[in-house]
């Protein structure tokens, strides 16, 4: 796992972190809540099939809301 800074609209993150497929799925960008309680609540009110255009490390990409971590408080996106 590597650190990420990912960019939603006016939202930056720069703590978030950047795990590679393990077999299953794509890659993954793990979003704390404690980064911007504001984003973590925009993201709890996406629709499961909703994609967001994103910049994960400075690339273009789609993201799409895999599930909630409540034990570690975070967003887990997969993107394309």
């Known amino acids: 796992m590597g650190k990420a ?9 720069d703590d978030a ?3 590679s497929p393990d077999g299953q ?6 979003i704390p809540c404690k980064s911007d309680p504001d984003l973590c609540m925009q993201l709890d009110g ?3 099939n909703v994609s967001v ?3 994960v ?10 599930k909630y971590d409540s034990q570690k408080d975070e967003w887990i996106m997969r993107f394309e």
């Open 5 to 13: 800074n990912v960019r939603i609209g006016s939202f930056e993150i």
């Open 17 to 19: 972190q950047h795990t």
């Open 25 to 30: 799925g794509g890659d993954k960008v793990h």
């Open 46 to 48: 996406w629709d499961e």
């Open 53 to 55: 255009p994103a910049v």
């Open 57 to 66: 490390d400075g690339r273009q990409s789609i993201l799409y809301k895999e």
